[in-house]
Every structure is written in C-alpha cells, then in structure tokens.
C-alpha cells in the first residue's frame, strides 16, 4: 500500500518533470547545450543505477561495467549503421546482447569474492575492449561513425524505465534475497537462498540497462571509439554508485547529477577533473566509508524529518 | 634460435613484471588490500630514475638507488595518509580508496609536468652479445642481473633478518603478532617502503628497455604485474617472480606469433583462468572460508 503510493508520486512527479522540461526545451529556455547535458546525465544516471543494483544492491564489486556500456554502443551501432534497422530496435538489441555478455561473464567470475571478482570483471572489461579494438568490422582503433539519434524524450523514457524496473526488483521477494547476499553472502545461504542465482540475476539485469544506455551513448556522438570505454570510464560510473551510498539508489542519483553538472563546467580541465574526482573518492572512503548517503533514500530522510516533528517513526 | 631470442625477450620483460609484482604480493599478503596505487609508483620511479639521468647527470646505479629510495619513502607516505585509517573497513572501501590514490598521483604527475612522453636516455652503449645464435643485448643483461640481485637480496631480507620474520609474523596473524610484541604499524610500513623501492627499481629498468616513458605508463604493466601475482598465488614472494616471468614469456610468445594487437588480452585471459580453475594461484594452497 505505502508502496504503490509512493511509486505513483513518482511517476507523477517524473511526468510533471519531463513536461516542464520539454515545455522550455520547445519554447527555446533551455538551448541544445542544455538538452545535451541532460541526455548525457539520463545515461550517466542509467549506468549509475545499473551498477547500483550490482554493486549496492547486491554486494558484488564489479569493475567492469564500461564493457557492458562497450557492447551495447557497438552493438546498437552495427543495428543502425551496418543493418539500417530503427533505433528502437537497436536499443532493445544492445540491451539483450549486453545482458548475454553479463550472464557469459558473470557465471564463473561471480563464483569469486570481493578483490577477485573486481579484478575478474576488469578483466572482462579489457577483452571486451580490446576485442572491439580487433575487429575492423566496427573500425578498430578508428571507431565506427554513427548518426546522431538520442533525444531528450528518447534518453528519458529508457531512463524512466530503468529506474522504474532497478526499484520495483529492489523491493520486490528477489530484491530482498539479493540484499541478504549483500549483508552475509554464507548466512544466506545457509538460508536456502540460491546466491548464486541472485547474483548473476543482478548482474545480468545491470548489464541490460548498461547495454541500453550504451545505445543511447553511441547515438548522442558521432563517433564511438574503443578507447572511450577503459578502465577509467568503469571508474568514472563507480565513482558514481560510491559517492552516492553503496546500497542508496537516490544517492547514486544526486551524485550523478551533481558529478555530470561539475564535470560538464571542467571538461576544459581533465586534469583538475580528476584530481577532484579522486581526493573526493579518497576523503569519502576516509571519513564516509559508505558513501554520503550509506544506504538511506531521500524519502527516508523526510521520514526522519517528519519524525522529528513528532509523527510516529514506526509506520513502515 | 627465433624461439631461444624470444624466450629471452620474454625473460626479460617478465623480469621487470616480477618486481613489480613483488610489491603487490608482499602488500596483499599483509594487509589483504589490492594496492592499485602501485602501478602509479612504477611510474614515479621511472620518472625520478630520468631527471636524475638526464637532469643532475647521475648514473645508472645512483640513480636507480635515488629511485628505490624516493619510491619507497612514497610508498610508506601513501599508506600512512590514505590506507592506515581504513584497516578496519571493508576490503571494498579499501580498494576503492586505493583506486582513488591511483587516479590522485596519475593526475598529479599530468598537472605538473603535462602528460607528454619523454624519452629515457642512453645509460650504457647498446652492445649485443651472441648466444647459442640468439641475441642478448647488454640492456637485457643489466635488466637480469639487476631483478635478480634485488629478488635475492629481498629473500634475504625477508628469511634471515629481523624485520622479515615481523613481516612474516604480521601476514600470518596480526593480532597474534602484536600480543607478541611485534610493532604492527612499523611492519606494514617497511612492507610498503620495500615493495615500492621495488616498484621504482623496476620504473627505472623499464624506461632503460623500452627508452620512453609518460604519466598513464604505470596502469597496464601494474594490472599485469597484479595479474602476475594472482597467478603465482598472491601473498607468496617466490609465487610473483614466477608469475611475473611466465606472464613475460607469454605475452612475448603472442606477440611473436603474430598476435601483438591480442597481447594485453593475454594476461586478462590468464587472470581470468586462473581465477576460475585455481584462485589460489600455482603455488598457493586451497583455504576454506569460515563463517
């Protein structure tokens, strides 16, 4: 019951947002530097949550998450360019060969823990990256042209879908199974709860929408190259999920949309990126090992704030 | 003797991901933390070995001493300021903050100095030699003799003197090891001064074999020289030189074959076999986990 009424105000409240943005975007308020930051940060955001079911969610340090982005860019880019199929379709491709890629890559490497499977993943990922790089079907080193097809509403409807779908499996009998993996993978087990499967369900279900926003990042440039997803694209999505909260999904949010908003102003600077990336990353873990929101949700902090005022606590 | 030239080649190259490896293993073993702020002391250690060549004229020796000395206080900096609060966090933590430092000193060293390779120069005339018809130039030698020395000099160190039998103390039990008055903090700081004076000799040899060196150098030799380590069985010191040379000979052995552009996945794909089949690494024995 309180569930559903808080789904609905969220989707209330994303229609509300989407048409007030389309509304200045059409009356010319907001111009097309605006609307290409905010393709950007719906993709960012979808990696950041598709991570978040992974690594938050779940408990299992991936490192390798720019693969999954690799293949669904180049995967959607072949649909489009090569097979001259609609975009829609390339889309719903690149996120099922993704999801293919996640379960070949997931079953053995999930099978380890913790350090291992990070450096398995990243593993994975370089492959990946350096099969594209080998393949002069797609252009090698040179990269593959690919035409300019994300929207606005294109970039907000899959990015709808991808919260919509990462919360409802958060919350739901697997979400829960899922976050017993995270909080004692050996107690859980002994629980009757097949980790196994959870993990690589949640593995499998975060490649898919990484597949998806790789369609959409492939077509919001014009060139996509193997190059642009190294081990520092993997680390710029981590940072992400980190900053956030591990286990917080509107965490994972925030961060994304104030990281993108700062690396936008920056992107002159990399350098000086990066170093602020990278003390941010390193003072967070010092003072804040779980990131700034730990595993709290925004709508817990209005619970609190509404508690504090004297309403009950104790109505979950 | 093509197969012979190569198999040296690749003694070589392995050499140099056997030191770096060294660090990597002694650090896990120690503290269990995937340092991945190695591979960025690689590269510092090779950028000091080149300023005090070619700016302050010193020689091979002095300066791959200056180098393993700067490398090491580094090291010991890095993990007194960024990995000593967080031995009671979690391991993700850990690495994270650890990846972070990485990023920190790659970054750091492009802001200063701008991210332009540089050319190492010539510290000793390029002569080769001939051996059962294969060649063995006079860098391979010093690359050798050099590894070697440091690898016997770091067995001794750690099975004959004090501060290696603390070493060993600590990475068995380091409660039990403070409870026996063992200095755990001096322990794991010499852990890291060795380890990263390893890491800088292996900096400077590196830009001696491949005469050019830039800020991003330090990230694939250091996955490989991790990878090196994993696969002789990570926390064992005689585990990493074998794992650094095997992964050399491989790689040198794709790259002959015709593979160059396959090389870097040749690691990756022994990492990945071996963490599938044997995680405890060639040399390394298999541990339940309790709960």
């Known amino acids: 019951m309180k569930k559903s009424k808080q789904f609905w105000s969220f989707v209330a409240a994303s229609l509300i947002a989407y048409t007030v943005i389309q509304v200045l975007l059409n009356v010319g308020v907001l111009n097309d530097f605006h609307s290409n930051i905010l393709i950007f940060m719906s993709i960012n955001i979808m990696l950041a949550v598709s991570l978040h079911l992974v690594i938050g969610v779940t408990g ?95 970039a907000f409807i899959c990015l709808f879908i991808t919260i919509v779908v990462i919360v409802n499996f958060t919350n739901s009998r697997h979400g829960r199974a899922c976050i017993s993996v995270r909080e004692n993978e050996i107690a859980s087990d002994a629980m009757g709860i097949n980790t196994t499967y959870y993990k690589v369900l949640a593995f499998a279900i975060g490649a898919f929408f990484a597949g998806v926003a790789g369609a959409l990042y492939a077509h919001n440039f014009y060139i996509i190259q193997p190059s642009n997803f190294g081990f520092l694209k993997s680390i710029d999505i981590l940072i992400y999920v980190v900053l956030g909260g591990l286990g917080s999904l509107s965490g994972a949010i925030v961060a994304t949309i104030l990281l993108t908003i700062v690396s936008t102003f920056l992107q002159n600077y990399p350098e000086t990126r990066m170093i602020i990336y990278s003390l941010v990353l390193i003072v967070v873990m010092l003072y804040r090992p779980k990131g700034l929101m730990g595993t709290m949700e925004i709508t817990d902090y209005f619970k609190l704030w509404r508690g504090s005022k004297g309403g009950s606590q104790h109505d979950k | 003797m093509e197969w012979l030239q190569q198999l040296i080649n690749g003694i070589s190259l392995g050499s140099i991901y056997a030191l770096i490896a060294l660090g990597y293993t002694m650090v896990y073993g120690i503290i269990k933390l995937i340092n991945f702020a190695h591979g960025e002391i690689f590269m510092i250690g090779a950028f000091i070995g080149y300023y ?20 090491a206080i580094i090291g010991v900096l890095i993990e007194r300021i960024a990995y000593k609060r967080l031995r009671t966090a979690t391991r993700i933590a850990a690495l994270i903050t650890a990846i972070g430092v990485s990023l920190l000193i790659q970054n750091g060293v492009i802001y200063m100095r701008g991210a332009q390779p540089e050319a190492y120069p010539e510290v000793l005339r390029n002569k080769s030699f001939d051996f059962f018809g294969a060649q063995i130039s006079s860098q391979s030698i010093l690359i050798l003799s050099v590894s070697i020395t440091l690898m016997i000099i770091l067995q001794f160190v750690v099975h004959k003197t004090k501060i290696g039998k603390a070493m060993r103390a600590v990475s068995y039990d380091a409660e039990a090891a403070k409870l026996m008055g063992i200095n755990v903090d001096n322990t794991i700081s010499a852990t890291f001064a060795i380890g990263s004076a390893l890491a800088g000799a292996a900096g400077v040899i590196f830009g001696i074999y491949y005469t050019k060196i830039d800020p991003l150098m330090g990230i694939i030799p250091g996955l490989k020289a991790f990878v090196a380590a994993v696969l002789g069985g990570i926390g064992i010191i005689p585990g990493a030189m074998a794992g650094g040379l095997v992964l050399g000979v491989v790689e040198t052995f794709v790259s002959a074959l015709g593979f160059s552009l396959w090389r870097d996945a040749a690691a990756f794909v022994i990492l990945i076999l071996i963490l599938i089949f044997k995680p405890s690494g060639l040399f390394g024995k298999n541990t339940r986990e309790k709960v």
């Not at chain 1, 080998?134 to 042209?145: E, K, P, T």
């Not at chain 2, 005090?52 to 490398?71: E, H, K, R, T, V």
């Open chain 1, 60 to 154: 299992q340090f991936s490192l390798g998450h720019a693969g999954f982005l690799a293949v669904g860019a180049y995967i959607s880019a072949i649909v489009t360019m090569k097979l001259n199929l609609p975009f829609p379709v390339a889309i719903l491709a690149a996120g099922v060969i993704a999801t293919i890629a996640g379960l070949i890559i997931g079953i053995p490497s999930l099978r380890l823990r913790g350090d291992y499977l990070a450096i398995a993943t990243l593993g994975f990922a370089e492959i990946i990256r350096i099969v594209f790089l080998n393949i002069d079907y797609v252009g090698g080193a040179a990269g593959m042209q690919v035409t300019h097809l994300t929207t606005w509403t294109s």
């Open chain 2, 52 to 71: 005090s060549i070619a700016g302050w004229g010193l020689g091979f020796i002095p300066a791959l001493l200056l180098s393993m000395a700067s490398c």
